[in-house]
């Protein structure tokens, strides 16, 4: 029997088609702007270091590098680290091995979200060099330095890397 033109159901294959196109679209559409917000959820509460579920991606948030930091090993180029966080920034405050009281370095900062991908980079401007420096965990949950220094004030030394692992106090 053919359909009435009251008769709202579509009867032909092309109508069949174009009612499940649209609605595919219409779910891709949803799926599209879920992911956006999410996308942009993950950004927002990530990069400021809040740990939730999303932000794992197997690898650390601010929180694991925060607080104070000790070199058990007197002969350290690195004595010890406090890491605090302000927003999205991450405070590194460094002492280095000096004689007779360690030297202090200041601070550096740095984007508290670099943690979220498992480091954090730093550098400090001495005045007769530069350190740049990479935060990262080792062994037992350790924090494990990378420096590169780099000497500034034309006195010929060398530039030189070296490695420091530091304990949570």
């Not at 359909?3 to 779910?27: E, G, H």
Request: with cysteine; glycine share 8%; proline share 4%.
């Amino acid at each position: 029997m053919p359909a009435s033109a009251a008769d709202p159901t579509p009867k032909s294959l092309a109508a069949r088609i174009a009612v499940w196109t649209a609605s595919l679209l219409a779910f891709a559409g949803l799926i599209d702007a879920a992911t956006t917000v999410l996308t942009k959820t993950e950004s927002v509460t990530c990069g400021i270091g809040i740990s939730l579920p999303w932000c794992g991606r197997g690898t650390r948030t601010i929180a694991d590098f925060t607080g104070e930091w000790i070199n058990k090993n007197p002969a350290a180029g690195i004595t010890r680290i406090s890491i605090d966080q302000r927003l999205d920034e991450a405070i590194v405050h460094a002492w280095g091995a000096c004689h007779p009281t360690d030297c202090d370095w200041g601070t550096a900062q740095t984007k508290a979200s670099g943690a979220n991908y498992g480091s954090l980079r730093v550098k400090w401007d001495h005045g007769f060099s530069t350190t740049n420096a990479i935060l990262t965990f080792g062994e037992e949950n350790r924090l494990e330095i990378r420096i590169k220094d780099h000497f500034t004030d034309n006195s010929g030394r060398p530039d030189y890397e070296s490695v420091d692992y530091l304990v949570r106090k």
